[in-house]
C-alpha cells in the first residue's frame, strides 16, 4: 500500500469536514494554520457550498490540510504506507506525513510560496518518493528547485507525473494505492491508468472505514 497526495487542483468545497468535526488532531491542525498565516482557512475550506474555491496559497493550504488529516486518520488506524508521494503541492502532504519536513514549515512555505526550514531526509517515517528527481531532491534538499511553483497546474506534467508513479508501483508489485485528501478524482485517473491498480480515495471518515475494511 502507497499513499499519493493530491495537489490543490481537487479541492472541493466542504472536503473533509467530518474529519475536523470529529477527531481532535485535524482541528488542531486547520487552528495551527489560522494561527500561522493569520487566515481563515477554516471557514474557507467548510463554507457554504456556494463559496469560490479560487487557485492559491489558500486553496493549497485547504488541501494540505485535509491530506495530512485524512493520511494520520489511517496511519492512526494502523493502515501504514510502504511509501508516500505527491503531485504539486500535495508533495508538502507527501513531505509531512514522513516526518521529512515539519507541519509549521509546510504551512508557512505553502502559504508564502518561500523555502521555511530545513527538510530532513536521512531517517523519514516512509519512503518518500517523488515523480520527477527524487535523487536531486533528498541528496540536495532542494525542494523549491524541485516544485518550481508549488501549485502544479501543467496538465500535462501532472499526468505525466502521475503514470510514472503509476508504472514504477505496478512493475514493483503494489496493488493498492490510497489518495488521501481531496483526490477522488485523482483515484479514478489512477485506475483509468492501471486498471488491475486498487486506487481508494480517503477524503472523508466515511471512506477511511471502507479502506480499513477492503485494505488489509
Not at 523549491?144 to 496538465?155: I, P, R
Request: with cysteine; glycine share 10%.
Amino acid at each position: 500500500m502507497v499513499f499519493l497526495f493530491p495537489d490543490a487542483k481537487f479541492l472541493k468545497c466542504r472536503q473533509g469536514h467530518t474529519l475536523y468535526d470529529r477527531l481532535p488532531h485535524p482541528r488542531g491542525l486547520w487552528k495551527k494554520a489560522e494561527e500561522l498565516t493569520g487566515e481563515k482557512i477554516i471557514g474557507f475550506s467548510f463554507g457554504t457550498p456556494t463559496e469560490a474555491m479560487k487557485p492559491g496559497p489558500v486553496a493549497a493550504l485547504g488541501a494540505f490540510l485535509h491530506s495530512v488529516s485524512a493520511a494520520e486518520a489511517l496511519i492512526r488506524s494502523r493502515k501504514t504506507p510502504l511509501e508516500v508521494s505527491g503531485l504539486g503541492s500535495g508533495f508538502f502532504a507527501a513531505a509531512v506525513c514522513a516526518a521529512a519536513m515539519k507541519v509549521e514549515d509546510a504551512i508557512l512555505w505553502l502559504f508564502t510560496g518561500k523555502p521555511v526550514g530545513t527538510p530532513k531526509y536521512e531517517s523519514p517515517r516512509y519512503s518518500l518518493r517523488s515523480p520527477l528527481d527524487p535523487s536531486r531532491l533528498l541528496t540536495e534538499g532542494d525542494m523549491g528547485a524541485f516544485l518550481g511553483a508549488y501549485d502544479w497546474n501543467a496538465e500535462l506534467e501532472r499526468e505525466v507525473g502521475g503514470q510514472a508513479l503509476v508504472g514504477f508501483w505496478t512493475a514493483s508489485k503494489v496493488q493498492t494505492v490510497i489518495v488521501p485528501g481531496p483526490g477522488a478524482p485523482l483515484a479514478a485517473q489512477l485506475r483509468k491508468w492501471s486498471p488491475g491498480l486498487q486506487s481508494l480515495p480517503a477524503a472523508e471518515l466515511e471512506d477511511i472505514g471502507t479502506i480499513l475494511k477492503v485494505a488489509k
